[in-house]
T-cell receptor
Framework: EAQVTQNPRYLITVTGKKLTVTCSQN?????MSWYRQDPGLGLRQIYY???????DKGDVPEGYKVSRKEKRNFPLILESPSPNQTSLYFC????????????FGPGTRLTVL | GESVGLHLPTLSVQEGDNSIINCAYS??????FIWYKQESGKGPQFIID?????DKRQGQRVTVLLNKTVKHLSLQIAATQPGDSAVYFC???????????FGEGTQLTVNP
């Protein structure tokens, strides 16, 4: 079954404690991306990756890091989380060739105290 | 600045009626548009897309209309059902790459 998985699905943490949210896909997609969703602001792109070892900033990259060492995985790293990073995070994947839909994971709800 | 937005944050319709959700975009370089549906507690799910060289595309019970002159697109849902209750987002991709820009979303509520 084609799917995008995220872990953890829910996380409560404290300010400054480094964390990683994982994203994995089994569709062999080149393109992977992270979004955050906040009330009244919609979905905003954090980082994206066009392929292995190729990453670039989205609209709101401050406070986040990513890596793309393998095609199937695209972890989101918060080195020193702050309360303003409390949000719902989505990973999405898609084909690069032409214009195509993106497939979204189930989301990770993060609370930073 | 560049943006993709929706006219109304909420829309309430009766079961069986047709629904129309609107979206305006500002960037003339946008050439691919997607409508996503997001049910409570889930990630966005693809509904239908349209390229800028088209002005209408139909799917199962859904139609997307694109008016490039006024930079407006709409999603029409025929015979709306309770299962259609969700937040609907429009998104666009600009000629330069694969980055999606999302609007803020319209909450559609279907009343029985």
């Amino acid at each position: 079954e084609a799917q995008v998985t995220q872990n953890p699905r829910y996380l409560i943490t404290v300010t400054g404690k480094k964390l990683t949210v994982t994203c994995s896909q089994n569709m062999n997609h080149e393109y992977m991306s992270w979004y955050r969703q906040d009330p009244g602001l919609g979905l905003r792109q954090i980082y994206y990756s066009m392929n292995v070892e190729v990453t670039d900033k989205g609209d709101v990259p401050e406070g986040y890091k990513v890596s793309r060492k393998e095609k199937r995985n695209f972890p989101l790293i918060l080195e020193s989380p702050s309360p303003n990073q409390t949000s719902l995070y989505f990973c999405a994947t898609g084909w690069l060739a032409g214009y195509n839909e993106q497939f979204f994971g189930p989301g990770t709800r993060l609370t930073v105290l | 600045g560049e943006s993709v937005g929706l006219h109304l944050p909420t829309l309430s319709v009766q079961e069986g009626d047709n629904s129309i959700i609107n979206c305006a975009y500002s960037n003339s370089a946008s050439d691919y548009f997607i409508w996503y549906k997001q049910e409570s507690g889930k990630g966005p799910q693809f509904i239908i897309d349209i390229r800028s060289n088209m002005d209408k595309r139909q799917g199962q019970r859904v139609t997307v209309l694109l008016n490039k002159t006024v930079k407006h697109l709409s999603l029409q849902i025929a015979a709306t059902q309770p299962g259609d209750s969700a937040v609907y987002f429009c998104a666009d991709i600009k000629t330069s790459g694969s980055r999606l820009t999302f609007g803020e979303g319209t909450q559609l509520t279907v009343n029985p």
